[in-house]
């Protein structure tokens, strides 16, 4: 196959499917927006209308995949270098940059304002912000500028359960904020713990990963202070007003066994890590998959239990 086919600039595509466009909104990464917003909404101290719930989750989802097409219409030359990414919609020719522009944008407006309709404009604002944050501020400008490009991008990530918090109160809370932090803390080390083991795709790239700007040491010493600053913020989650016993003890557990595995990674070397393949890095990384499912997925059972009276 040669070169050309993978240019992100060729317009002479086929006409894209629905598929196409929906491969645009990252829909692994919009599970992850869905789930934390939905735990968000769910456990804030007011009910809300299920119709209206439903509602909210729905406009920060679209919100979130609007980011994603927005990011596959910047990232499109990055992408068609990475192994991982080349089959994406606009490296593989199936859908234009012009047209993922318009979707993205198109998409971005509508879930603003009608999350604001539906909800409270500071919810709409925060998402607004999440976009105007994922896009300009991490993929256009920091991306392929530092090597804590990941940090930055973590934030915009992690809003979605504050939006959740936001959508169901009109406020901002010690709790949504830690929610936030749980999200933000997690990234790096989940992401960096990856880096280590497809490094060649990020350098064919020439994005400034950790791993390449600063080598494999650095980047299991910045794992492990990522994973002692999570585990802190983890921990303290559960002291709020969304905490319980069940968050306490899914947070506890799997802290440790996540500083275990991030103490296994700091004290390897490179050598013991390429013989037995990444072994541990891969471990830690599936393990991440993990985390903050059933972080959030603790702090879900928690509000159930409350609301039931059981707590």
Known sequence: MSDASFDPTLTDTQEAQFGDYFALLKPRVMTLVVFTAFVGLLAAPVSVHPFLGFCAVLFIALGGGASGALNMWYDSDIDAVMKRTAKRP???????????????LTLSVFAVVFLGLATNWLAAGLLAFTIFFYVVVYTMWLKRLTPQNIVIGGAAGAFPPMIGWAAATGEISTASVLMFCLTFLW???????????????????????????????????HILVYTVLLAIFAIGLGFTQVGGPVYLATAVVLNALFLKGAVDIWRRDEAASEADNFKVEKSFFKLSLLYLFAHFGAILVDAGLTRFGVL
Do not use: C, Q, S
């Not at 593989?92 to 993205?104: M, S």
């Not at 791993?211 to 010493?221: D, I, L, S």
């Open 90 to 104: 606009i490296p593989a020719g199936k859908v234009t940059r012009e047209e993922a522009l318009a979707f993205g």
């Open 187 to 221: 990234t790096p080390p989940h992401f960096w713990a990856l880096a280590l083991f497809v490094r060649m795709d990020y350098d064919n790239a020439t994005v400034p990963m950790l791993t390449v700007t600063h080598g494999r040491r650095a980047t299991r010493n």
